[in-house]
């Protein structure tokens, strides 16, 4: 069984967490290994896109002390913001001491969209095509016979009418999906393309766009956590609990009722969300779509979280969230490193994968609330933040966490002062 305590894993070198990660997840190096060459070769990554001239890579951190459904999961983010792993770990260490995370998911349903255009009479049409709906369904559920064999396939046929000042009246025709393990564009895609023709011979209309929707609103991850009040005491008691529970509220409150703070509050859960969504080889950019279009599913855009408190005044956050993510199809097929993200979960389904990303978003927006309420972002941030600033002013080596520290000390973290601070740090050590 995993176990996702490791202590002291921050001051150990790569070398070593590499080892103790083998350990707490029982994976052999072999099946870790694509993260210490980087995974992709070149020839694959021909394949994958065009005009291919190399690679780009971004570090892989694990993120710590998840219990998620009971279960110990280590979770690996791609990322290249400092604090996003430590703060994520952290939150999901004072979670653990409320019971760890508990995630549910709808089923694994997608939408196709068809438009249907060139109609003479746009409700005739609509009540022809539910006249049809169980034969087109029937059509839509053979396209994809090895999803069909895991349980997936054609659920539904919904159809609304559209009214547009450019082309009038037209109708939108959505095909649910059940994907199952995939992500689901191909499937959802290629039985729209099979549907048109049926539909236009129905309808007399033209269809026109026929594509997947990234408002996967029917394919929900859910997480709630209760963090116990004592657990949220910082340090010295500068903040107790109740001051630093009721700081995450007030916080929630602001961006529950402003389109401004909802952005970045938001942001801040899409770090943790992207950050496991890119390890594992999904489409973030249709996880970021889907995201923002449901946190403006209201008509106005809000926060995607919610910060209150229980009947014996522990916090309780929850999200809930689309998350179109597969563990069968495309890249987490077929990047190795993915393949690692996947394996070191131990996932057995795209929605278990969902359960565990939408709990990292949670573990992110609260480690965001935490600082901005209590002692700032700039604090903690800067520190590591520091170490990048100081890599950009030429520092290396041991010398990166000197410069760093040389100007957390200064209060001033800017390429400039990493410069004069890597020169004072030289002085110190002796190097003219
Ligand atoms: C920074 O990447 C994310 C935050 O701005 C999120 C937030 O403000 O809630 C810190």
């Known amino acids: 069984m995993t176990t996702s305590r490791i202590s002291g894993f921050y001051n150990l070198t790569i070398e070593e967490r590499r080892a103790k990660l083998a350990d707490a ?57 400092p604090s996003v792993v430590a703060g994520a770990s952290f939150m999901a260490k004072l979670v653990r001491a409320g019971g760890g995370f508990h995630a549910t998911t709808t089923d694994p349903l997608m939408i196709g969209q068809m438009q249907l255009i060139n ?41 609304r009418v559209i009214e547009s000042s450019a082309i009038g009246a037209f109708i939108v025709i959505h095909l649910i999906y059940d994907v199952r393990d995939a992500m689901g564009a191909n499937a959802v895609n290629t039985a729209c393309e099979k549907l048109a023709p049926q539909i236009e011979a129905i309808t007399g209309g033209k269809i026109h766009l026929k594509i997947l929707s990234n408002f996967a609103d029917r394919r929900i991850a859910r ?28 916080a929630y409150a602001f961006a529950a009722s402003d389109p401004y703070r ?109 600082a901005l309420a209590t002692e700032g972002i700039q604090r903690g941030h800067m520190s590591l933040h520091a170490r990048q600033v100081a890599i950009a002013a030429g520092a290396s080596g041991k010398l990166i966490e000197k410069v760093a520290a040389q100007m957390v000390a200064e209060k001033v973290v800017r390429i400039d002062r990493g410069g004069r601070a890597g020169k004072r740090v030289h002085r110190k050590i002796g190097n003219k």
Do not use: C
């Open 223 to 250: 997480v709630r956590a209760t963090i116990p009040v004592n657990e949220l005491t910082m340090a010295a008691d500068e903040f107790n609990g109740e001051a630093v529970r009721d700081g995450i509220i007030a």
């Open 262 to 370: 909802a952005a970045t509050h938001n942001k801040g859960i899409m770090n943790g969300v992207d950050a496991v969504v890119l390890a594992t080889g999904n489409d973030w950019r249709a996880i970021e779509a889907g995201a923002h279009a449901y946190a403006a599913r209201s008509g106005k855009y809000t926060s995607l979280s919610t910060w209150g408190k229980d009947k014996d005044g522990n916090l309780v956050g929850t999200l809930e969230m689309p998350m179109a993510v597969g563990i069968v199809g495309g890249a987490t097929k077929v990047h190795p490193a993915a393949q690692a993200a996947v394996k070191l979960m131990g996932v057995k389904t795209a929605n278990e994968l969902a359960q565990i990303i939408v709990s990292v978003g949670l573990a992110q927006n609260m480690a965001a609330l935490r």
């Open 25 to 81: 997840s029982h994976l052999s190096p072999l099946e870790l290994a694509p993260w210490t060459t980087g995974g992709l070769s070149a020839e694959s990554a021909d394949h994958m896109i065009e005009n291919v001239v190399g690679m780009h890579s971004l570090p892989v951190g694990i993120g710590l002390n998840f219990m998620v459904n009971g279960r110990d999961v280590l979770v690996p983010f791609v990322v290249e913001e």
């Open 119 to 159: 109609l003479v009479n746009v409700e005739e049409a609509k009540l022809k095509i539910y006249e049809h709906k169980a034969e087109l369904l029937a059509i839509a559920d053979e396209i994809d016979p090895i999803l069909k064999k895991f349980g997936g396939g054609a659920r539904d046929l919904e159809v």
